[in-house]
């Protein structure tokens, strides 16, 4: 499939990880100085003010991070917390339904793994398209597996 995007391609929300990250700076920026500008703060008070802020900037940083990565080894999923390494045979079906928050990756073992790097939030028809595109990948590669069991579901 010469539509395909050549490896690695990473997928991540643009938009909202924008925000995210515009939304920690502002945050940050805030809170220091506030901490600044209080004149009856001591010093201490004040590095525990900035501190506060870096604490409270790490939420949507956190928030921000969520990718998924498709490499020639697999699919990479990074989410808020967690990082799994999927080979391309253990994904057997990328669903992104209406309504769905975000892309679920049903895998070989019977389970559901949400991909949260693909996410409609601000941007549906990119999201919509990304889910496509991976699905795709998925596809092509899970033919090209020579691991992959001929009785395995396909999904």
Same mark, same amino acid.
């Given at each position: 499939?010469?539509?395909?995007?050549? =490896?690695?391609?990473?997928?991540?929300? *643009?938009? @909202?990880?924008?925000?995210?990250?515009?939304?920690?700076?502002?945050?940050?920026?805030?809170? @220091?100085?506030?901490?600044?500008?209080? +004149?009856?703060?001591?010093? *201490? +008070?004040?590095? &525990?003010?900035?501190?506060?802020?870096?604490?409270?900037?790490?939420?949507?940083?956190?928030?921000?991070?969520? #990718?998924?990565?498709?490499?020639?080894? *697999?699919? @990479?999923?990074?989410?808020?917390?967690?990082?799994?390494?999927?080979?391309?045979? +253990?994904?057997?079906?990328?669903?992104?339904?209406?309504?769905?928050?975000?892309?679920?990756?049903?895998? &070989?073992? *019977?389970?559901?793994?949400?991909? =949260?790097?693909?996410?409609?939030?601000?941007? #549906?028809?990119?999201?919509?398209?990304?889910?496509? @595109?991976?699905?795709?990948?998925?596809?092509?590669? &899970?033919?090209?597996?020579?691991?992959?069991? +001929?009785?395995?579901?396909?999904?």
């Amino acid at each position: 499939m010469s539509d395909l995007p050549a =490896l690695p391609v990473t997928f991540r929300p *643009g938009r @909202t990880r924008a925000v995210l990250l515009t939304a920690a700076a502002a945050l940050f920026v805030a809170i @220091t100085v506030v901490a600044l500008l209080l +004149e009856q703060l001591s010093p *201490g +008070e004040r590095v &525990s003010f900035v501190f506060t802020g870096a604490l409270l900037a790490g939420i949507p940083i956190l928030l921000a991070r969520p #990718k998924v990565v498709a490499d020639d080894s *697999g699919v @990479t999923v990074v989410n808020i917390v967690g990082r799994r390494h999927l080979a391309w045979a +253990e994904i057997l079906q990328v669903n992104l339904r209406p309504g769905d928050p975000w892309v679920f990756l049903n895998l &070989s073992d *019977g389970t559901s793994l949400a991909a =949260l790097g693909i996410q409609p939030g601000i941007a #549906k028809q990119r999201a919509i398209a990304d889910a496509r @595109t991976l699905r795709a990948l998925v596809e092509a590669r &899970s033919i090209q597996d020579p691991e992959r069991s +001929e009785d395995e579901p396909q999904g």
